[in-house]
């Protein structure tokens, strides 16, 4: 479980580095030919790139996400058993186990 949420921490900070990163590099001229540019062309060149970026971000995200073993997560059997019963149950049964459940509160 740690390892998702490192997973997801990483993707997250660096949803937020990336775009303001390319939009500083940008502003302040720190990339070769951006002080030739217009300022209209700045600005939709540097949106347009910190835009892609955080898809990019989470399209790799995705992938890791989808490359991470099935197998490796198990749910809860008591979960499964419950889940499994509600399911197999008529909706009428369902329906007036819950209003027994609520007559005991």
Known sequence: MAGVI????????????????????????????ASD??????????GFLAVISVNIVIAFYIYMAMKEPSDKHKPDPAFL?????????????????SQSSKKEE
């Open 37 to 46: 540019m217009s300022p209209y062309s700045l600005t939709l060149l540097s």
């Open 81 to 97: 058993a419950e889940a499994k019963a509600s399911v197999s149950q008529p909706i009428g049964e369902a329906d007036s186990s």
């Open 6 to 33: 490192q997973k997801f921490v990483t993707a997250s900070l660096f949803m937020w580095i990336t775009p303001v990163a390319i939009l500083y590099a940008f502003n302040n001229n720190l990339l070769p030919g």
